[in-house]
T-cell receptor, first 112, second 112 residues
């Protein structure tokens, strides 16, 4: 079993749809949960960052963490064509950078 | 505001050739990382550094060496390139190893 699982997609939705992206993980030591967005031929950039369990909202984006189920989600409301990208979840357990673990990414296409 | 800069952006090598990838960051970050990204595999950590003069192995270190002689630079070397090292390589840096990682734009390496 991989440490972090993520549906690779591709996922295609019409403009304006609500998008749900998910990751599951196996390591209960993870405390920091992140979502990165990666446009084609670019480096990943941080989209959302959450510590421990709970929800965090930033504009059209909401990140949820359920540590009891080892499950994290990213919701995108009113999706736009500019949201078309690959979304990577990432997790870490402490202050040591080697514990960053990334999911394989979900490729999202928002169709106008 | 340059952030993380990788050199070169593209390279084609013949099997057995050597090369060095350069990563430079201007954010005074302590932690720096080298990842490779392959389809369906996500980001895999090659080597990382928690400060000037330090390096450590990540998940897939074989065939690579690194050096961090200056805090702002992290070099990745391939001594004898193999076709299995064809990939996109990303450098990243963080303040403390647990929070936001800033990525470079990537280096596309093809080994023929």
């Amino acid at each position: 079993q991989k440490e972090v699982e993520q549906d690779p997609g591709p996922l295609s939705v019409p403009e304006g749809a609500i998008v749900s992206l998910n990751c599951t993980y196996s390591n209960s030591a993870f405390q920091y949960f992140m979502w990165y967005r990666q446009y084609s031929r670019k480096g990943p950039e941080l989209l959302m960052y959450t510590y421990s369990s709970g929800n965090k909202e930033d504009g059209r984006f909401t990140a949820q963490v359920d540590k009891s189920s080892k499950y994290i989600s990213l919701f995108i409301r009113d999706s736009q064509p500019s949201d078309s990208a690959t979304y990577l979840c990432a997790m870490s357990g402490d202050n040591y950078g080697q514990n960053f673990v990334f999911g394989p990414g979900t490729r999202l296409s928002v169709l106008p | 505001n340059a952030g993380v800069t990788q050199t070169p952006k593209f390279r084609v090598l013949k099997t057995g050739q050597s090369m060095t990838l350069l990563c430079a960051q201007d954010m005074n970050h302590e932690y720096m990382y080298w990842y490779r990204q392959d389809p369906g595999m996500g980001l895999r950590l090659i080597h990382y550094s928690v400060g000037e003069g330090t390096t450590a192995k990540g998940e897939v270190p074989d065939g690579y060496n690194v050096s961090r002689l200056k805090k702002q630079n992290f070099l990745l070397g391939l001594e004898s390139a193999a076709p299995s090292q064809t990939s996109v390589y990303f450098c990243a840096s963080t303040v403390n190893g647990a929070t936001e990682a800033f990525f470079g734009q990537g280096t596309r390496l093809t080994v023929v």
